[in-house]
């Protein structure tokens, strides 16, 4: 990559920033500097390069919970079951209004009725439900595929009456290679507690940024992966085969592996751990050769960028998964 280019960077760079401002904030706050888009290097770069850049089709469905289960059912995954679907929730059944049952928006994150936790005010679960339908999920964190996917609500049995019960598989893919999984043990409960592990399953001594902060929120030091763990691998990695980043979720209830949610946005793009090393390792992991943007003929200055993020993408290269302790 020629210093003219990346001259050229820092100024378009900047338009970027103000263009983006909230999402440039969010990362500022969060990583402590400004995001490198047009020649991204870190793992966090890419992340912000992503939002801005990479239009994958592919991103659609995986935001869309309606299609992600259509994704796990191919690979023989059990899902929640689906009790219900549409667009007015006036017209969700009374025989589905009751604690065994969750409503959620299809295209969006953290939009969940759970009627075991709420009062039966039909007027108010109608309300939330018509305000999540009005408003486009992502739009600040620069989450576009959100705002692609056709919005609906859909009903759900509730898989657990304590979720606490439920472990979490969260795995990271590069290239349809595993870097890590992220493990939760009732996840966004107050005793919530999480582990990272290798492929194999192998405890690692990195650790996400919430027990980072707080030891105590650590799974214990005996804590084993599901016997179902190495099935969520196999299919993580069928899912995410054509992709050169993807996090594909999965729950376990009762030793039963269910699908869950598939992300190219982890974290809303502001993911960190415990080591500095590691998420540099994931940056050196993540080869945007094999990114729709790069794989996909582009035209106009689209074309033209195209060119210089590919030798700016050669100069760097990409580092094979490593093998974490």
Known sequence: MTAA?????????????????KATRAFRAEIGALPQILLPVSYSDKMFWRRVFDRNPAFVAHCDKLATKRLFVQQDVAVAELLWSGTDPAALPDALRHGDVVVKMNAACDRNWFFRHRDEDSAAFEATCRGWLEQTFGVDALEWAYGAAPKRLLAERVL???????????????SGEVFYALIYRGEKTPDGRSGIFDRDGRRLRVTNSVVAKDPGRALPAGYRVPDCFGRAIEVARRLAADTDYLRVDFMVVDGKLHGGEITPYPSAGLMTNSDPAVLAQMGRSWDLRRSWFLRTPQTGWRALYQAMLRRHVETLGSDPIPRLA
């Open 160 to 174: 657990a009456d304590d979720p606490r019960g439920i472990d979490e598989i969260k795995v990271h893919l590069f």
């Open 5 to 21: 280019c990346r001259l050229l960077a820092r100024p378009i760079d900047a338009a970027l920033h103000a263009t983006h401002r």
